[in-house]
């Protein structure tokens, strides 16, 4: 069995930052994908960024691109989010996968391991 647990979202103003965190633990896995998804009430599941195996090809979506960076620590089983410059519309609650693969896909579906997920609420 396999557990994420992620960590560090909350209540923040337009224009500042917050920084995600999911371990994982569990099985332990040879190589591996991890991603952020994020869902907001009333709207579709939307993949955010994706990271392969040793932190390479990082994918965003373009909602976030240059504001949200993705980064993996592969002997902590940890994948990280950092978001700078919130707006109210990235407003959802997020959540981290795992898809056993090296390498990363912007498909949901692909994965196989989800987190609990954490709520981000940026004010205006």
């Given amino acids: 069995q396999v557990q994420l647990v992620e960590s560090g979202g909350g209540l923040v103003q337009a224009g ?3 920084r995600l965190s999911c371990a994982a633990s569990g099985r332990t896995f ?9 869902q907001a009430p009333g709207k579709e599941r939307e993949f955010v960024a994706a990271i392969s195996w040793g932190g390479r090809l990082p994918s965003y979506a373009d909602s976030v691109k240059g504001r949200f960076t993705i980064a993996t620590d592969n ?5 990280y989010l950092q978001m700078n410059s919130l707006k109210p519309e990235d407003t959802a609650v997020y959540y981290c996968a795992v898809r056993l693969s090296t390498i990363a896909t912007m498909n949901p ?3 196989s ?10 004010s205006s």
């Fill in 109 to 111: 579906t692909h994965y």
């Fill in 75 to 79: 002997a902590k089983n940890t994948i």
């Fill in 113 to 122: 391991y989800w987190g609990q997920g954490t709520q981000v609420t940026v």
């Fill in 30 to 38: 040879s190589s591996y994908a991890m991603g952020w998804v994020r």
């Fill in 16 to 18: 500042g930052s917050l």
